[in-house]
C-alpha cells in the first residue's frame, strides 16, 4: 500500500491499516456495540464512511466494520482491504423473504444474483432482467454449516436477487419475483461476494429473513413477538460470526 493508498484508508475508515484485524465482519446496520462484550482490548475507530471497533476474540484479531446501507459502500469497505493481509471477511445482512423462507429465518447465502432491471427502469442499458450469479466457495459453505451444526445453530441455505430500490417494492414486484422463482431479496450481497472474489478474499454472506415480500413486506406491522424473535436472531449471528472467522481462513 502506498502513501496515497495509506491516506485514503485512514480517511474513509478513521484507522490506519495496520490496526485492521485479520479477520473481518462488515454489516449494513449491525450496531457495532453488539460487538463490544465479546471483544478483548476493543478500540473504536471512525472514518468519513465508515465506523467500527476491532479487538482480540479468542486469540484473533477481529475488526467489525459497519458499512451502511447500499452495494457502493459495502463493496468500496471490501475493495480497500489487501488479501495479503485479511484471511476472511463475513457480511451480516437482512433479505426479505419471497418463497420458502419465514420470518426471522437465519440464513446463509451460496448464491447471489445481481439485478438490472432498476437500471432499466432509468434508462441506462445493462442488459435484461436478472443477471450474473456470484457464489461464495463451497468449502466455505460447507464450513459454516458445519460449525452452525456443532454450535446447535439452525441455519438454511438461501439465494437472494440483490435488488437496488426500496421504493419499488410492492405487490405487482413481490408476484413477479415469485413467478420468477426468486426466494429473497436484498440490496448488497451479489457485489459483496463480487469484489470479495475480485480481491481474492475467502467472503461467506450471513443473513436473517426481516419481512416477507408476499404477506409481510418491510412497511408493516410486526408483533412484539416477532421483533423480539428478530432480536435474538441477529444476536444469534453476531456470536456465531466471530466463531466462524478462523474456520474460513484456509486458501
Not at 102 to 129: M, Q, R, S, W
Not at 143 to 148: D, G, P, Q, V, Y
Not at 204 to 209: D, E, K, P, S, T
Amino acid at each position: 500500500m502506498n502513501k496515497i493508498e495509506e491516506k485514503k484508508f485512514i480517511k474513509l475508515f478513521g484507522i490506519s491499516y495496520d490496526e485492521i484485524g485479520e479477520f473481518l465482519v462488515i454489516s449494513p446496520f449491525f450496531n457495532p456495540k453488539l460487538f463490544a462484550s465479546f471483544l478483548k482490548n476493543s478500540q473504536y475507530f471512525r472514518g468519513m464512511l465508515f465506523h467500527g471497533l476491532t479487538g482480540v476474540f479468542k486469540d484473533q484479531k477481529v475488526t467489525f466494520i459497519y458499512t451502511g446501507m447500499g452495494q457502493s459502500l459495502v463493496a468500496d469497505c471490501i475493495l480497500a482491504q489487501d488479501q495479503k493481509r485479511v484471511k476472511a471477511i463475513i457480511f451480516l445482512g437482512a433479505i426479505g423473504a419471497v418463497r420458502d423462507l419465514k420470518i426471522a429465518d437465519n440464513v446463509i447465502i451460496e448464491k447471489a444474483f445481481f439485478d438490472t432491471t432498476y437500471y432499466n427502469k432509468l434508462g441506462i442499458a445493462f442488459g435484461e432482467g436478472l443477471k450474473k450469479e456470484f457464489f461464495p466457495a463451497k468449502k466455505l459453505v460447507d464450513s459454516s454449516l458445519m460449525l452452525a451444526k456443532e454450535k446447535n445453530i439452525f441455519l438454511k441455505k438461501a439465494s437472494t436477487l440483490s435488488i437496488h430500490t426500496f421504493i419499488d417494492q410492492g405487490a405487482e414486484v413481490a408476484d413477479e419475483l415469485y413467478r420468477a422463482g426468486v426466494q429473497s431479496v436484498d440490496l448488497e450481497c451479489a457485489l459483496f461476494y463480487a469484489a470479495a472474489n475480485l480481491k481474492k478474499i475467502n467472503a461467506i454472506a450471513l443473513c436473517f429473513v426481516s419481512d416477507n415480500l408476499l404477506t409481510r413486506p418491510f412497511w408493516g406491522e410486526f408483533s412484539l413477538s416477532e421483533k423480539l424473535k428478530i432480536k435474538n436472531q441477529m444476536a444469534e449471528l453476531v456470536k456465531f460470526s466471530l466463531e466462524l472467522c478462523p474456520k474460513l481462513s484456509f486458501k
